[in-house]
């Protein structure tokens, strides 16, 4: 399996969906390292058992969308820009960074609003996720790229994911502009962020499963 790329304290979502691992990691022990398997709460490996409550896709679009297309959303930071292109039922999403791009305050995005059931804040989800560094430009996790969903309880990430996806409605696909407070305050070595580094997702919200 592969390494975690994402979260706050341990990995937090299942099956193959490193990113979101990392994300539960800024909230760890000084030094602490992510396990490094899924993004499974407490470094679990293993689907999350819950009763599906809404449909949920099979896999994640990992083709590169069409060239030329207008992006959905165009977001100028503190420094630098971002022009983010959401996903489709057969491309992956696009996030444009002209950089350094950083931003004091998080933002989120609608990029298309998805027609199902509100998602708690505290809601177990499944989601294609993309995430990129403001800094470089560079794509340090993606579920695309695998081709498969992730799946983790919101109240188990940072706080920008969870911002970005409670209160959306599944179906929905979203961006978040992020400040360093509400992903790695202190960075994330083994994803390459950086104390200070602000970053990007792109996320489709397949559906609610526990």
Known sequence: MKSTRA??????????????????????????????????????SSAVAAPSQSP???????????????PEWTLPGTTGNVAVTGSTDSAAPEIKVA????????QVHTLVAGDGPVVPDTATVS?????????DGSTFDSSYERGEPAEFPLDGVVPGF?????????????????????????????????????????????????
């Open 7 to 44: 979260f706050r304290s341990a990995a937090i979502v299942a099956g193959a969906a490193p990113f979101v691992a990392l994300l539960a990691a800024c909230g760890s022990d000084a030094g602490a390292e992510p396990t490094p398997t899924s993004p499974a709460a407490n470094g679990s």
């Open 56 to 70: 949920v896709a099979a896999s994640c679009p990992s083709a590169p969308p069409a060239a030329g297309g207008t």
């Open 99 to 106: 950089g350094p791009f950083g931003v004091t305050a998080t």
């Open 127 to 135: 989601v294609c996720y993309m995430g990129v560094n403001g800094r």
């Open 162 to 210: 969870q911002k970005a996806i409670a209160g959306q409605k599944v179906g929905s696909t979203v961006a978040v502009a992020m400040d360093p407070a509400d992903g790695y305050p202190e960075g994330q070595p083994s994803a390459g962020i950086q104390k200070g580094d602000s970053l990007v997702f792109a996320i489709k919200i397949l559906g609610i499963t526990g």
